[in-house]
């Protein structure tokens, strides 16, 4: 069996984004109480507290506001346990055992055991799931309970992965046979005051939360504010504490105020435009191509994020993960390029761009600058600017040709599996190859880091050659938060503290 530290010991280097932040330094003891209020975006009217129906980053604050997973993934990507205090695998990765706290009790006072965690884990695994984590979850052949206080998943393949997986924000254990989601019961540091969809979480402090050193304030707003100016203002005159998605031009007013400052972090976030490859006219490999050699990655990166990232090479792993596949030559702005494929696929006519600000502030202005690098090459681009509430009910997904946005993940293989492989409810280019799906496997499955490295590097350049997503940057992440806000720290790939700002910052009185 191989014991949790080991496994910790032995795969620092496949962990992806492992090391990508320094560790803070030790911090000060907390204040309690306060209201704490946090900008976020990503609602709309029909959202629900369901884990299984969260997409957006706000979507992830929201939950990990109300709830906790098995794992969590800490300062420097380190893995800990969250509800699951410990695990352990068979040598091949195939049966992974987990052994859950003792004494976890959910908002309505019961007590928390392997049932529930069983049924939380089922509700995305179903045929018809939706859920964002189906793809994750798709080689678990089955799960049973060891007792009440453990749960052994038994995977169709080894999955070397399997405790990163599980501390997806999707993932949040709810009570078995929980149907209603409307009154929020979780784990987790806050509970339910008032929640009104696309607007505001309001939640207090869970009195019998498990960890002591977490969960300060005595309540929380979780606002969603997609204009990015009302974000920002709010932040500035204090309305807001903690304002996510900050774009270029936010930051340099934020850095020119006082009372407030940016936290910039790398990450792995990356904001793709989005060709459906399952229909007209991007079925077409060359039309694919075509869009690709009319980005100019490093005009995008330096107009619309002001050197706050990357550039991409249309596949999604950044340069920080160890799979990075290095040796794939950079994509480079080719307008000749792009007009031979153009000329070959056999199009003709204009592609609509569907965008919204909404995905990240600064969606609206890529696209723009897209339709003026494609014209040289004779492709001509119309721009369809969509509301931001139901974007990514409507749109997202729903649309041939989309601007999109990924926070990264915290190996590839996740990164992978959720946006790539045919099974995922999130394939949001609809790029299904049947190849690719086994070579997945094979990686995931494979506990040699050469070997497995070699498995995603093809995977990498499958998607590059073929894939439907022209990705032209990573993003850091960028946060504004007020000078009386502590405790913030990055953690993970996303923003906010990786969407578990809630339960880890608190007020200075």
């Known amino acids: 069996m191989i014991k949790r530290r080991d496994f910790l010991k032995t795969t620092v280097a496949t962990a992806g984004l492992i090391g ?16 704490l209020v946090i900008g976020t975006t990503g609602g709309s009217a029909g959202d629900s507290l369901d884990p299984t129906k969260l997409t957006s980053v706000g979507h992830g604050v929201m939950g990990y506001t109300l709830g906790n997973c098995l794992t969590e993934i800490e300062e420097g990507g380190k893995l800990v346990g969250e509800l699951a205090e410990n695990w352990e695998s068979s040598a091949d990765a195939a049966t992974w055992t987990f052994n859950l706290r003792k004494g976890v009790t959910f908002h309505n006072g019961r007590t928390m055991t392997a049932a529930d965690v069983i049924y939380s884990l089922n509700l995305h695994r179903g045929e018809d799931s939706t859920s964002g984590a189906k793809g994750l979850l798709g080689n678990i052949a089955d799960i049973k309970a060891d007792g009440d206080h453990a749960v052994i998943l038994q995977m169709s393949a080894g999955n070397a992965d399997v405790p990163y997986l599980m501390a997806d924000f999707h993932l949040l254990i709810v009570p078995e046979g929980t149907e209603d989601f409307s009154a929020g019961v979780f784990t987790g540091p806050y509970t339910v005051k008032e929640f009104i969809p696309g607007e505001r979480l309001t939640a207090a402090r869970n009195p019998n939360y498990w960890k002591a050193d977490r969960a300060h304030v005595d ?4 606002l969603f504010v997609d204009d990015t100016t009302a974000r920002i203002s709010g932040l500035i005159t204090g309305e807001i504490h903690i304002a996510g998605r900050v774009d270029p031009q936010s930051a340099e007013l934020i850095n020119g105020a006082p009372g407030v400052h940016i936290e910039n972090h790398a ?27 009319a980005l100019d990655r490093p005009q995008i990166l330096e107009n619309v994020m002001a050197g706050f990232g990357s550039l991409g090479n249309d596949h999604p792993i950044p340069p920080s993960d160890p799979f990075h596949a290095a040796d794939i030559p950079q994509r480079a702005y080719d307008p000749d390029k792009a007009a031979h494929h153009l000329k070959k696929s056999g ?24 339709q003026q690098s494609a014209a040289a090459a004779g492709l001509k681009v119309d721009i369809k600017r969509e509301p931001a509430d139901g974007f990514w009910s409507n749109v997202w997904i729903k649309k041939p040709f989309v601007s999109g946005a ?7 293989d996740i990164m992978l599996t959720t946006a790539y492989s045919s099974a995922s409810a999130w394939n949001d280019t609809s790029w299904r190859r049947e190849a690719f799906d086994q070579k997945l496997a094979v990686a995931r499955a494979e506990t040699d880091f050469d070997t497995r490295k070699a498995h995603y590097h093809d995977l990498q350049l499958m998607i590059h050659e073929d894939g439907g997503a022209g990705i032209p940057f990573f993003v850091n992440n960028v946060d504004g938060v007020r000078d009386e806000v502590k405790g913030f720290y990055p953690a993970g790939s996303f923003e906010l503290s990786g969407m ?5 910052a608190w007020l200075q009185s």
């Open 347 to 370: 199009f003709e006519g204009a592609l609509e761009l569907h965008t919204s600000n909404t995905t990240f502030s600064g969606a609206e202005a890529m696209a723009a600058l897209f």
């Open 20 to 35: 990508l932040s320094a560790i803070a330094p030790a911090k000060a003891a907390a204040n309690k109480g306060g209201h």
């Open 406 to 412: 990924w926070g990264g993940r915290p190996t590839a």
């Open 500 to 504: 578990r700002v809630a339960e880890r």
């Open 219 to 222: 309540m929380i707003d979780v």
């Open 267 to 293: 990450a792995a976030g990356h904001r793709p435009l989005l060709m459906a490859c399952d229909r007209a006219p991007f079925d077409n490999t060359d039309l694919r191509m075509a869009v690709k050699y």
